[in-house]
């Protein structure tokens, strides 16, 4: 019975109030504003998510603010980050034996400073930051014990 009210509203064009009419899907401007709404909160979780995927994992393990480490799992992935960087580095100069001393000295100096940053990160991460005080909920500590085999064999 509303329906059919809104529908002789519709087809009467007299003048009603504004709810009244926006109220009803037979003028299409509420469907079209619905469907604006949808649109805007598309491009909003696109560039939510696209900034989300650019923040992670794409950083430079050199660039790890150790300082901000507040929890077990932070530490521990942030030292599984700088040695996934450490074994790709040993990798390259592994493959740089005919390459000049320059290029050689540079990579020897990234190496350094990770090794550095290394050394900050296990300073830092002692007592109740310790990667053994994570929870089961961490996914970087399962990764730990194979990261760890893996950049042994490396560094031998």
């Known amino acids: 019975m509303m329906g059919f009210f809104y529908v002789v ?3 009467e064009k007299k003048s009603y109030p504004k709810r009244l009419l926006s109220e009803t899907k037979i003028t299409g401007h509420r ?10 909160k598309k491009l909003v979780m696109v560039f939510a998510l696209g900034a989300m995927l650019g923040s ?14 507040d929890s077990p799992c932070g530490c521990t992935e942030a030292a599984i980050s700088v040695m ?15 390459a000049s001393e320059e290029d050689q000295k540079a990579v ?3 190496f350094e400073g990770l090794q ?9 991460c002692v ?20 990261k760890m085999k893996e950049y042994a064999e490396a560094m031998n």
Do not use: W, Y
Request: aromatic share 2%.
């Open 84 to 98: 996934d960087e450490m074994i790709d580095l040993r990798k390259k100069a592994e493959g740089m034996k005919d």
């Open 127 to 146: 007592g109740d930051l310790a990667a053994e005080k994570a929870g089961e909920d961490c996914a970087a500590l399962k990764e730990l014990p194979n």
């Open 108 to 110: 020897m100096t990234e």
């Open 9 to 11: 509203l519709f087809l």
């Open 56 to 69: 992670c994992g794409g950083g430079d393990a050199a660039d790890i603010d150790v300082a901000t480490l």
């Open 116 to 124: 550095a940053k290394m050394t900050e990160i296990e300073t830092k």
């Open 31 to 40: 469907t079209r504003n619905i469907n604006q709404k949808k649109i805007m």
